[in-house]
């Protein structure tokens, strides 16, 4: 018997880079973090991204945040390379699809691009 709630895509983000300028980033963590920025530089993409990690509640269904100006075939493709680069995850209950950003994806971010500490720190 299949759980009402199906995970669609549940990517473990790891994001051990350093800040950038504190050591150089190996191939693999320079490809990673390529891929997620490159999600990110769409307008759409980052639109979606935004509501989904704004939305109070942590989570935001798909119905709530496809108004960004395009059909929803072009929301729900903007979606899944947001999932592929593993930035957010969806779950379906029922009919409907929920988003929430993937966990670590923020903090990781953020201390990627955070000054690097300075010696005398």
């Known amino acids: ?11 473990p983000v790891e994001i051990p880079c350093p800040p950038l300028g504190a050591a150089e980033l190996s191939a693999t963590d320079a ?18 991204f935004s509501r989904v990690a704004a939305n109070r509640s942590g989570e935001a269904s798909v119905c709530d945040i496809q108004n960004v100006g395009v059909s929803q075939p ?11 680069a593993g930035l ?5 209950r029922g009919t409907w699809v929920y988003c929430r950003v993937a966990p670590g994806v923020l903090p990781a971010m953020a201390a990627m691009l955070s000054p690097r500490e300075s010696p005398d720190s």
Not at 88 to 92: G, K, N, P
Request: glycine share 0%; net charge positive; hydrophobic share 45%.
């Open 88 to 92: 957010i995850v969806s779950e379906r």
């Open 31 to 48: 490809e990673r973090m390529a891929t997620m920025f490159k999600a990110l530089a769409d307008p759409v993409r980052l639109r979606l």
């Open 74 to 84: 072009t929301v729900s493709h903007h979606l899944k390379k947001l999932r592929e």
């Open 1 to 11: 018997m299949t759980n009402t709630t199906e995970l669609i895509a549940e990517l």
